[in-house]
């Protein structure tokens, strides 16, 4: 199996109680529960962080940085999510937001947003330029971008060949500061302040390039305090920072990028279940061949539903859309960076397929255990109860095929061995007697 993912979800032992919440929950079957406790299978994991989300005791945390990391660096950015904005109540003016980010300790700040907008230019030339490679699959979430590489080969090429927002921020972050301070590339720190722990994981093993050009990721949840405590000083001196219109800061919700891209054709699906939905019924061609665009966002209502977030999503999503009606529509495009070359918005590297889920070396090992998951599924009672510590019956077979379970970690196959056992005592009892 491929082991080059890194992952920001991780299982905090102490707290788990070995309920199957999360692997009924887990939407690529990456969790079981063996000896009371949750495993998370770091291979099929795509850090959407469902089992954060769902998990009752608060075992799944996910990795990320924090403000302490700025003590590394001699200048510091802020790169805010679009979604940050939201978590507020009553805000008007992202400037008191961006504004505050400087008071607790960022020396700049950029607009993942501003990043956004220039994608959003590029994008739609590049769909318009081909329509042989319709419909389109946006890149911007890394869940999903693993998902297919995992799950969905055959739609590799269909992938949108840009980077994210985030990583175009990084990149026109740290050359500005650069062109300010006068400091070399490696003493200036860039931090994305996300909604999700798939940018973590992004930072860390980036998709389409070989480094990213973030230095950290922090979480929304644990600066909203910080942040919050400086928002009425921050209200009384704002600073304009905003670089951002209505296209930009639309990525934050659902649907948003799609609307960016003002294209004739498109559809936007959010919430991972609905994602693995569309994915499913695009590789089935159910889908018109005029459509142009698939933006696909793993987070219900989009990123404004990441699991690092504060807000209700939908009461998230609801504040963006109000915030959006007091911007421009736009304040960002291509030639308003002469310097900064096109051919940097794109992957440098090829997206591959990653094999995680063969069953065996080669196509006729892997055809060869599958006859043994169809032999074993017919002894199982077909219930995907979970109490094996799989997610299904198909799932506890394939284990078994892998080496990773055994027949009578379901309870059923179980019962009934022991009931023969049971039978078979009493008939040597009954012919001893005689």
């Given at each position: 199996m491929s082991n080059k993912f890194h992952h920001s979800v991780y299982l905090q032992e102490e707290l788990c109680r070995g309920c199957i919440n999360c692997i009924k929950r887990c939407p690529t079957k990456a969790i079981r529960v063996q000896n009371g406790k949750a495993h998370i299978i770091k291979e099929f994991c795509i850090d959407c962080g469902e089992c954060i989300r769902h998990c009752p005791h608060h075992a799944k945390l996910a990795r990320r940085d924090h403000l302490d990391k700025l003590s590394g660096y001699e200048y510091t950015v802020a790169l805010p999510a679009p979604s940050l904005y939201c978590q507020f109540n009553n805000l008007t003016d992202v400037n008191i937001v961006l504004t505050a980010l400087l008071r607790i300790g960022f020396d700049d700040v950029f607009e993942v947003s501003a990043a956004a907008e220039l994608v959003s230019e590029e994008s739609r030339r590049y769909v318009n330029n081909h329509p042989e490679r319709w419909?389109?699959?946006?890149?911007?979430?890394?869940?999903?971008?693993?998902?297919i590489r995992v799950r969905f080969p055959n739609l590799i090429e269909h992938l949108l060949p840009l980077l994210p927002p985030v990583e175009v921020a990084a990149r026109l972050a740290r050359q500005r500061?650069?062109?300010r301070t006068g400091l070399p590339?490696?003493?200036i720190g860039i931090f994305f302040l996300s909604p999700c722990p798939s940018k973590v994981a992004f930072m860390k093993?980036?998709?389409?390039?070989?480094?990213?050009?973030?230095?950290?990721v922090m979480a929304i949840k644990d600066i909203y305090q910080i942040l919050l405590s400086h928002m009425k000083e921050?209200?009384?001196d704002t600073q304009n920072l905003s670089i951002s219109g209505k296209i930009g800061v639309g990525w934050g919700m659902a649907g948003g990028e799609a609307a960016g891209m003002i294209l004739d054709s498109y559809l936007a699906a959010d919430g991972i279940e609905n994602v693995i939905q569309v994915l499913e019924d695009l590789e089935d061609e159910k889908f018109t061949s005029n459509l142009q665009f698939i933006?696909?966002?793993?987070?219900?209502?989009?990123?404004?539903?990441?699991?690092?977030?504060?807000?209700?999503?939908?009461?998230?999503k609801a504040k963006l859309k109000q915030l959006n009606r007091y911007m421009p529509v736009s304040l960002q495009h291509r030639s308003d960076y002469p310097a900064f070359d096109r051919n940097l918005l794109y992957f440098t590297e090829e997206i591959t397929y990653e094999p995680v889920y063969n069953l065996g070396n080669n196509l006729?090992?892997?055809m060869e255990n599958l006859k043994t998951v169809e032999a074993l599924m017919k002894k199982f009672p077909g219930l995907d109860c979970g109490s094996c510590g799989a997610p299904?019956?198909?799932a506890l077979a394939e284990d078994i095929v892998r080496g990773f379970a055994k027949e009578d970690d379901c309870i059923y196959l179980l019962r009934d061995y022991y009931h023969r056992l049971q039978k078979s005592q009493l008939l040597k009892e009954e012919e001893n007697e005689t």
């Open positions: 419909p389109i699959i946006s890149t911007a979430c890394p869940t999903v971008e693993r998902l500061a650069v062109e590339p490696e003493k093993s980036p998709l389409g390039i070989d480094k990213s050009g973030l230095d950290g921050a209200e009384q933006e696909l966002n793993a987070c219900h209502a989009g990123c404004v539903g990441g699991v690092l977030n504060v807000e209700n999503p939908f009461l998230a006729a090992e892997s299904t019956c198909r």
